[in-house]
């Protein structure tokens, strides 16, 4: 999956994405299955809302964790996330 | 923290999946169903008030999935209510259905209630069997629920069980699931639990039979990949070594029966141990502190060969049912095992099944008829029982 940075990334809606408080982590729940996030990608996933685009959510990681070199790290993991699913563009 | 390896009671782990079975009633007959032949017996059902309960005391201990199971789940009129307020609860709820009681403006109300997920059963895929099998005209009708959930942008899961009756359909259920456009499918090898086991001798496919639909199933994986996760597991009377049975004994399954009946798996209150009822304990209790569920957590139950097994946290001995059902003691080591003294009898006993099947392949027995699963056929079982 080729991602441009002005994509729209949204939860697709097979999947569930939530914090789970008795886990102590975010969480993508589908049918029958949860698999359990660690933090930096909880921190990616709670920013994909069918608004932000891929570019807004880079800048806002860096911004809030004091980083600038997030963008390999946060395609790598989006990359995951389309091939599974868990994602899709907005249309 | 405590050191790798110490298990106290204060590690016990909350349950992560809740699985509701609402009701025993159902539509179908179909004469593998896994819930109890006692069937009959479950008048009681809990109210809309217990179930909330339950959900609730779960979803606090850590549930994060509910199943809202049966008998046939759509057969309780409070289901939309139950699954608003599972999902208010933060649950992803799941709907195990026939299909059969659905219709669209139910689809629609489920889905504004809040369901994330249906999942519907096929017995086969030609409308002959699959009717034949579950004892009703459903299947039109179920295809054209299975289109709907796609629709309604329900991520779609078909289950098939499969047995000696359908496994040789396999290329053609696996292309009906491809038409249905199913994002998982389940090829669910017949477990011989409840119904399918007095059903077995018609029911176990033969070894032959299995290693042709391997190959079909994973043609079908192979093509499909990307496009529909294809799940297919042979039964495990062909294995040599016993399934890791729920994860655990209490380990993170959680089945309230249509009673109240707190269990570790939907098959355990077979076996000849008190399980308590959530209309007198709370979830939290039941799931720590009541014998049942303690019974066989931890290793200290086992006997040989599996205490002293380096398997043994693999695979917890197997199934606790599977044991009591062939040897008569839940304790030993599930006979799937070939290091079970029961190993030998389990073989033998396929290999009697697989003459059976020759047998009537060839037209030289009359195969015995199938016990359907059905309310009179319950009620003459449990009146047996009672007479012996």
């Known amino acids: 999956m080729n991602i441009n940075k002005a994509d729209i990334p949204e939860i697709a809606p097979t999947f569930r994405f939530q914090w789970e408080e008795v886990q102590d982590c975010y969480v993508v729940l589908y049918p029958e299955g949860m698999v359990k996030l660690s933090g930096s990608a909880g921190e990616i996933m709670k920013r994909i809302n069918g608004e932000h685009s891929v570019d807004t959510i880079i800048k806002d990681l860096e911004t809030t964790f004091s980083e600038n070199k997030l963008e390999d790290d946060v395609i790598k993991f989006l990359e995951v996330a389309y091939d599974t699913g868990w994602i899709r563009n907005k249309k | 923290m405590t050191p790798a390896g110490l298990e106290t009671k204060s590690d016990l782990k909350p349950p992560l999946w809740l699985l509701a079975e609402l009701t025993y009633r159902c539509p179908l007959q179909c004469p593998y169903c896994s819930n109890p032949l006692e069937i009959a017996k479950y008048q009681n059902e809990l109210s809309t008030e217990d179930w909330v309960r339950v959900m609730q005391q779960a979803r606090k201990m850590g549930a994060a999935q509910i199943g809202f199971s049966g008998g046939e789940p759509l057969v309780r009129p409070d289901l939309e209510e139950l699954v608003q307020e599972a999902r208010h609860l933060g649950y992803y709820t799941n709907l195990i259905t026939s299909g059969v009681g659905m219709d669209e403006a139910r689809i629609k109300r489920l889905k504004d209630a809040g369901l994330d997920h249906i999942q519907i059963s096929f017995q086969a895929s030609d409308e002959e069997l699959n009717n034949f099998l579950g004892g009703t005209k459903t299947f039109q009708h179920k295809k054209e629920m299975a289109r ?30 491809v038409e249905l456009d199913a994002d998982y499918v389940e090829l669910a090898s017949t477990q011989y639990y409840g119904w399918s086991r007095i059903n077995v001798d018609q029911l176990l496919p033969t070894r032959e039979q299995l290693a042709r639909a391997e190959i079909v199933a994973k043609e079908y994986q192979e093509r499909m990949k990307g496009k529909s996760r294809i799940i297919y597991v042979i039964p495990d009377y062909f294995e040599n070594r016993p399934k890791p049975c729920m994860n655990g004994w209490g380990a993170i399954f959680l089945t309230i029966a249509p009673d ?30 009541s014998p049942g569920f303690n019974h066989f957590r931890g290793f200290e139950w086992m006997k040989e060969p599996c205490r002293s097994c380096d398997e043994k946290e693999k695979d917890f001995g197997g199934c606790r049912c599977q044991a009591f059902m062939m040897t008569g003691d839940a304790a030993n080591t599930d006979p799937v095992c070939d290091k079970s003294p029961k190993h030998q009898e389990l073989l033998d006993d396929v290999e009697r099944i697989e003459k059976l099947a020759a047998q009537e392949a060839a037209h030289q027995v009359e195969a015995k008829p199938l016990v359907f699963r059905n309310m009179k056929n319950s009620k003459q079982i449990v009146k047996e029982a009672a007479d012996v």
């Open chain 2, 148 to 177: 709907l959930v796609k629709a309604y942008e329900y991520p779609m899961v078909l289950n098939i069980v499969i047995h000696r009756k359908n496994i040789d359909q396999i290329r053609d259920i696996l292309e009906m699931t």
């Open chain 2, 260 to 289: 109240g009946t707190a269990l570790p798996c939907h098959e355990a209150g077979q076996l000849p141990i008190d399980f308590p009822n959530v209309k007198e304990v709370s979830v939290e209790e039941a799931w720590k502190d």
